[in-house]
């Protein structure tokens, strides 16, 4: 890793490695909406104020003026929170950038719940689902900071447009220092058996707690992080769903057209096991005094998993000797 | 000023772009009549002497930037790009039909099509992303925008304003084709913009007003918009829509309407008829034209080639005082004056 990574903030390291960027090529430009203290841009302003842009609150004119800017040679990182840059821009993502495929990098940040205080307004739970509908959009979700900084590394590789969606906490660190992120590598976070867990963002973690505890009852979980949910890498998906009872996919998004639906596309012709989707169910979000609190509202949890495993488990006639 | 001979070569240009926008139309066809012929004459202004175009490659580094941001009158665009020879006039017949690729908004697969416009109000913004690439690139080249009288309603299209305020990006030239009509009837009715120009000058804007089909003043302001700086300039262009189709003209139906054969037959009577009053009115300036030279003769200042050596040298400069450069009320008075 390029960085000496000492925090666990995803959105410190974003803005690190977009740093790091901008050093690497001097076509790397920024823009922001008003939220560079949040999306930690100013990082990337303090470096090269010149290739900075602050757009002020219009994230519709940001979003064309990125394309504008790629047009022309520049490879720009527009970002705001996730909800601001999926909703309010969208149109300017589809056509301004998606159709010709620019390489535009849209940073959504704050996503998911991650806003907890802000409240509904300001927590994206659909925008896996209205980036994933973008054809020519790469989404990716990195588990935690170690993991963005390996995609940044990563992400000049990618032809088009990148969604990448940035949680606003600490998130603890599964990422292995050790090894290369390549775009649509699918890890296992933990080896198991019975059952597996693909699991999205901030989710992963809370999949290998379950799977710590569903141990303990003789269920052998495999836990898999799947970062780049579009596209998704169909065959590692088959492979590592394949020779298991039961799966489970968990997101902290709605689970309408969200990272769960992108596992089962890929599954849908492949003989498998019964399923369970741990997500936001088709609602949107509301304040809470901190992040866990409203996880926990909203069953984005270890037990919520734990308790989907033991279900599609049961579903497909228990384990022996459990 | 620019000589007589070619304004009289563009007057012509911008027919051929109509009659090639004719060919494309053909019969019982649906397409953007309207919107297109109202710009024939920007059009080839723009393509045919202001830009810096390369016939043999439409991705020339050292290009100026076209946006068609009212991306519903990309026939016209097509008429312009077939004429520089980006692609053969046989697409014409084949266009928006699975057997060609000239697409019924702009499309980037196409030669000579900078960008993806037609969800109305994006353009202005990719225009100012193109500046601002291009200063940082430290080139001289232009963007020009060009967008409709009825899509100034979209909102994103101000922020756009704002922006080229805030970045000065005085390397973009916006272009407003007022023609008065938009899908569904008038835009006094529809959605009336009352003072568009004072809009445009309370955003910071430079503004020059003109008849969008009179070749003298759209050349003349494209010329005064170039030498501008420290803030963008829009050229606010009255317009006809339907312009040269004589049943067309300030007819809302023909925003997107089909022609008959006897519809199609009068439009060539109108070009034929267009042409012959291009070559009366050639003749009579010609002669005049010792007169007209000898004026120039006594303004140094105001010969073009003179005017664009300075500007050339010039480095892009930051603002010259705002308020100087936004008064600048007609195009005449600012090719006059050369600025310091």
Redesign the interface.
């Known amino acids: 890793m390029s960085i000496n990574l000492n925090t666990k903030s995803l959105r410190e390291a974003y803005g690190l490695a977009l740093v790091e960027l901008g050093k690497k090529d001097k076509n790397v430009?920024a823009l922001e909406a008003d939220l560079g203290n949040s999306t930690r841009s100013v990082l990337f302003r303090a470096e090269f104020p010149?290739?900075h842009?602050e757009?002020?609150i219009?994230e519709?004119?940001m979003?064309?003026?990125?394309?504008?800017?790629?047009?022309?040679?520049?490879i720009?990182f527009m970002s705001t929170f996730a909800v601001f840059a999926s909703g309010r821009a969208f149109?300017?993502l589809?056509?301004?950038i998606c159709?010709?495929k620019l390489k535009v990098r849209v940073c959504g940040s704050s996503a998911g719940l991650s806003d907890f205080g802000d409240g509904k307004t300001h927590q994206s739970v659909e925008d896996i689902a209205i980036m994933r509908a973008l054809p020519n959009m790469t989404v990716l979700a990195p588990v935690d900071a170690v993991e963005v900084v390996k995609m940044m590394e990563r992400i000049n590789e990618i032809d088009g447009p990148v969604y990448i969606r940035i949680n606003r906490n600490d998130l603890p660190t599964l990422t292995p220092e050790a090894g290369d992120w390549t775009p649509g590598k699918l890890w296992t976070v933990r080896e198991g058996s019975d059952a597996v867990v693909f699991a999205s963002g901030v989710m992963a973690s809370k999949a290998l707690e379950a799977a710590q505890v569903l141990s303990g009852e003789g269920i052998s979980v495999r836990v898999i992080n799947a970062s780049t949910i579009k596209p998704m890498n169909a065959s590692a998906v088959i492979q590592a769903a394949s020779g298991v009872k039961g799966i489970v996919t968990a997101e902290e998004s709605n689970i309408s057209g969200g990272f769960g639906s992108a596992i089962l596309e890929v599954l849908r012709a492949e003989r498998h096991g019964p399923v369970e989707f741990v997500g936001i169910q088709d609602c949107f979000g509301v304040s809470a005094k901190n992040y866990d609190e409203l996880l926990e509202r909203y069953g984005l949890t270890a037990y919520a998993i734990a308790q989907a495993v033991r279900k599609v488990v049961k579903a497909a006639g228990g384990v022996a000797g459990a | 000023m620019t000589d007589t001979g070619t304004i009289t070569s563009l007057k012509k240009t911008a027919l051929q772009l109509r009659r090639n926008l004719l060919e494309m139309l053909g019969v019982g066809k649906v397409g953007h009549l309207g919107g297109s012929s109202s710009l024939a004459e920007i059009v080839a202004a723009l393509y045919f002497h202001k830009m810096k175009v390369n016939r043999n490659n439409p991705k020339d580094e050292n290009r100026d930037?076209f946006l068609l941001s009212k991306g519903h009158a990309v026939l016209i665009q097509y008429a312009a790009l077939a004429e520089l020879g980006y692609f053969p006039k046989s697409e014409f017949a084949k266009v928006k039909s699975l057997a060609g690729t000239l697409q019924g908004h702009p499309?980037?697969k196409i030669p000579g099509i900078?960008?993806?416009?037609?969800?109305l109000?994006?353009g202005l913004?990719?225009?100012?992303?193109?500046?601002?690439?291009?200063r940082?690139?430290k080139k001289p080249n232009r963007v020009y925008v060009i967008m409709g009288d009825g899509e100034l309603s979209e909102?994103?299209l101000w922020?756009?304003a704002?922006?080229a305020w805030?970045?000065k990006v005085d390397n973009l030239t916006g272009i407003v084709d007022c023609n008065k009509l938009q899908a569904t009837g008038p835009t006094s009715e529809i959605f009336e913009i009352p003072d568009i120009e004072k809009k445009w000058k309370a955003f910071g804007w430079n503004v020059i007003k003109i008849n969008g089909h009179k070749m003298e003043e759209i050349v003349a302001a494209l010329d005064a918009a170039g030498k501008v700086r420290g803030v963008p300039t829009v050229i606010i262009a009255n317009t006809v829509k339907g312009k040269g189709f004589s049943f067309a003209e300030g007819k809302a139906a023909f925003h997107n309407g089909s022609l008959t054969e006897e519809q199609f037959r009068q439009a060539q009577a109108d070009f034929d008829a267009a042409a012959l009053a291009i070559e009366k009115e050639a003749a009579k300036s010609a002669v005049k034209k010792p007169a007209v030279k000898k004026a120039a003769e006594k303004k140094p200042a105001a010969k073009k080639p003179a005017l664009k050596k300075a500007a050339e040298k010039k480095p892009i400069k930051k603002p010259v005082a705002k308020k100087t450069a936004v008064k600048k009320p007609s195009p005449k008075k600012t090719a006059a004056k050369k600025r310091g």
Do not use: H, Y
């Not at chain 1, 979003?63 to 520049?74: D, I, P, R, V, W």
């Not at chain 2, 900078?114 to 969800?119: F, I, L, M, P, Q």
């Not at chain 2, 225009?127 to 690439?133: D, E, F, H, I, Y």
């Open positions: 430009v010149d290739r842009f757009m002020g219009a519709q004119n979003a064309s003026t990125s394309a504008g800017l790629a047009l022309a040679g520049k720009p149109d300017q589809r056509n301004s159709i010709p | 930037r499309d980037m900078e960008a993806v416009t037609g969800s109000g994006q913004s990719i225009g100012v992303g193109m500046a601002l690439a291009l940082l690139d909102g994103q922020e756009a704002m922006a805030k970045f």
